[in-house]
């Protein structure tokens, strides 16, 4: 059977004495949700000095709005979104990424900060905060900073959170009136990994086209990935454009044949659903 | 209390629920390559401790293969990723698992055979036999008749996992002289029979007891290595201890089914009248076989006429071994693959001569008693095949459609044995085939009550045991209901008779009787199953099932709300098992699944709603009149579902699961 | 460490190691032996319990995170000797086939039924959506909830 091996367990009260605890050890791990972490101990993927619960912590909780952006404190669970009253497009966006995230007694134990820092490419919140833009507070000793989640991840489940780093919050400005989004995951087998998300967001103006952002995730690709759109600003879309940003989704295919699809099957399904998605949020201008 | 209030309140008892005073928690260290000799072992009981060999296997198969015996612990070499190489234990379960990850097992590689192909191509994997050919059946008879169109195809449908929700495990306890054993089992003979033969210990040395049994399908009726070893533990220390199977282990070590490949060409008139068929039937063991997988290539073949009057046939029948666990049988046991065989080459027949594939089934299925070159015997099918076409709305659906006919044959083989205990004004029932819940006491006390006339509610069926039942066969084949019911029928009325010789109220006396009953198989027996099913694409172009039907014939219907979830479950299984679910193997032999969910076991989410039309096609020469139901809906959902597929996607199924023929 | 408890309403204080699940310190500390260990993964429910009101999978948690919290197991989720009427509803229709599921679906399906009033199939489906039963297809245990959700509390 699976159990973690022996560990050290800290449950700091406050986010500066987990920054200590952190600089302190050498091979710490936080846990938050636990969902992967707890896992990931079982499996004895890992052997760390101390394992450290932020689960807990005032100061990563609580989702606010203020000057019409969003503050998600990086320990709010992912029902807590769900659950949440805030109801504009792109909150909307993020609630329907949360709802698809595992299932409802996961949904009750995982974490925004853990869904987005464990960089798994078929995580749900990923492609949803890339196209509402959002931006990391990471704390650390020195002091915190901001960084663009475009920018976060490197590779799979790999991102740019130093060892000795806390994911703070997540912020995003509320796209607004006018915005129209869209989220879906394809997937073969339940709460196995899934093929593809996709996350987007639009805002048309008469028939021109004046924001339109499209992410993707889930295994067909190596991270979660932006698409690049900037380009339609402007523009009546037809099929084109349509074409166009279906071309520009594919090129992000990892395209590898393994139990999650061929390479053609995985390219084919990333067509679909960035076609459904640049549909849904363009809307009847086609 | 009743058994489901129990269940539902938290109160089971399964083996993992067992403590007993200082208990040891064993876990075992297992082959991280699927081949390779061994060149040291450090740390742990190891082959050079305990060097058994599986002594038998479950299900009716009491003889161990002499060709190639499987070593409880790799002797010299190992050949299967995940198979037993040393034990370790611990009074506390996380210290056990501390232990087993420090044992250290080196070996040098060996290349491993994991395909089919490769298994023909390449020398074979054990040193004592000449080529990875494991047993070789010919069924039929050479036959010239080419009628008029011939269609040829090959399927293979991928192994997969049995996956009860409650994994495998065991409480061994050796004290004065007697081997006491918990357990989650199918069959506590299979088990008392195969610890016996494993550890050269008497029969009557061993009791064997059967804790709640949270699902099996199949994978639970046999001895297993880590039995054996927990026993042998217990013996040395002379202390309790329990092994519980991890899903990791269970994925990758337990005995998974299917795996079977068919090559097959059948015959036919213009007008869609099946004149013969050829074929080859493989069938990938893995790297042991008992005698339920050496005979599984020719029980699969011996099913291929199914309800058909097929006049010539000739098979060629064949199980290979392969660098991967041991098969085993699971939800049907070679007959869903039987099924899938038979029914996916009638719809291309259908397809090749612009028939519909009722029309084509109509036009062969049986009208009086046939006998096949196969030496399959069955009734008449047409009547039911017509009435089910009716009844399912076959003929008024859509394009996007699917249907199947077939057969079930119970396994009846062995026969089967039951007691019944009258006293303080209850009555206790024992039966040979051990349940797991599938609702047997339904029927138990159905039998009982009805022939004793004794109320339902002072009759109780108790869990398997060797001590209150000396001997028995188990829960498998779809066997229950028919031939645990018989015994249990003998039972009862040989209790009724000696009450009546006391001229007593048999509630108030005490009687006491054992039955065993032996039967074989009769065409009454075999029910014929009727599967209609529709699908969809769903948003992004995927095939999903819309709708499935099942129109089973279960003889006299001794309960249908566990008749009725019987099939409901197996339909389930099929829809999972032509669609995503599976184990499979990248190339060095390590399986991929590595979770229940990637393994495809479905959720509620994923599936449509179930109908099902008990059709009473007859009563079986029984004393109670029924048939098998087990697992009917695997056997005849798979190639309904597999056509109404085909059809909404427009390729053809030669694969399953087909979201990976994708590949 | 020292954790303390609320389980099926009495507390609970005691010594454990970091490193134990919850499910094990349930199940092997309590005695509560209704939570089941199915998968190990988070994927089959059948280790439900709710925490502080909200159903999780004990198995993906350390007692150590759920210290001073609420927990009810199987074994106190309907008050008394009785049963709730997700209980009740399973019971009646006999939709178990072995029941190694049933803590968890029990749980799971409670949970949601005091949340929505009048839910249809396909909600129920979707709130069982972390639970696996292997042996029924799902159909009778969807039908007891469904049939539970008309029964007045």
Redesign the interface.
Known sequence: ??????INYERPESISEALSLLNEHSRPFLIAGGTIGVLNLKR?ALSPDLVIDIGRLKELKGIDFRDEKYRIGSAVKIYEIIDSEFNGPGFSLLKKAASSVGDPLLRNMGTVGGNVCIGDPSNDLPPALLALGAELNIVGKAGSRNLNISSFYIGPYRNLLAKNEILGSINFAEPGKGYRWFY?K?Y?????HSVVNVAALAKVEGKKIDDLRIAIGGMSVRVPTLIETSWIKGITAGQEELQRVVKLASEKCLCL?D?H??A??KKN?IE??TQ?AFLSVVGGVL | M????R????????V??I?LPEMLYM?VARSKVARGNIISVKGGITASDANFYLGSSGEGYGEANVAVRQPVLAEKYVSYYGQPVAAVYDSN??VA??LV?TVEIKTEYLEPVVTLDQALKLPPIHPSITSNRASEFILGNEFTNKGDVEVEDELYLERVIT?????RGIVSFYRDGILNVWISTQSVYSIRDGLSASLGLPRAAIRVMQA??????GSKSAVYPEYVIASYISMKTGKPVKW?E???EHLMASRPGRGALGKLKLSATREGKIVGLRGEIVIDIGAYGDMLGLNSPAWIARQLTGPYEIANAYLKAIALYTNKAPLGPYRGAGRPEASFFTERMIDLLADKLSIDPAEVRLKNATESTFRSPLGLVVNASKQFLENGLRETGYWNMGACKGVSFFILIPAVFGGESARISVKDGKINVWLGGNA????HE?FVRKIVSEVTGVPEKYIELNKGNTEELEYGVGTWGSRSAIVAGQAVYRAALKIKEMAEKEGKDIISGTYDYSAMEDMSLDPSMISFLLTVTSANLN????PIVKSCTAFYDVGEPLSK??I???I??????AISEV???SQ?YNKEGKP??Q?????????????P??SVIISQGGKSNTLHGAKGVGEA?TVGGLPSIARAIENVTGKRVRKLPV??S?? | MKIKLNVNSEDYTGDV?P??LLV?FL??TLG??????????G??G?CTVLLDGRPVKSCLMLAAQADGSRII???GI?KGEG?NRV?KS??E???????????GI?IAATWFLERNENPN??D???A??G????????????DAVLNASKEVK
């Open positions: 059977m699976l159990y973690p091996p022996q004895r879906y394809h073969i087998r339940h709460l196995d044949d139990r699809g061929s053609e099957y399904m679909k659903v459904m | 009743e058994y489901t209030d269940l539902i309140k938290g109160h089971g008892k399964y993992a629920d403590t876990e379960k996380y698992r501390d990850e996956d009860p929700l409650e994994t709640d049994t949270g699902g099996a399908f519980i991890s899903r990791e797991h819940w599938q609702r339904l948003e992004v172009g995927d709300v566990s009725t979830g019987q409901t479950g197996g339909l389930a299984q669609l995503y679910e499979t991929e699944a979770t229940i969910s990637e393994a495809g076991v479905p959720y509620a989410q994923q599936l709603r179930f809906g979201m990976y994708v590949r | 190691e490193r134990l094990d199940r092997d509560l032996t209704g939570t089941h260990v199915g998968c190990e993964t994927s089959c059948s197991t199987i074994e309907s049963m209980q399973i019971s229709s006999k939709a178990l086939q072995c029941g190694f599921c049933a803590s029990v199939e396909s129920v489906r979707e069982l959506s639970n696996i039963c292997r042996c029924t297809g799902y159909q009778p245990i969807v």
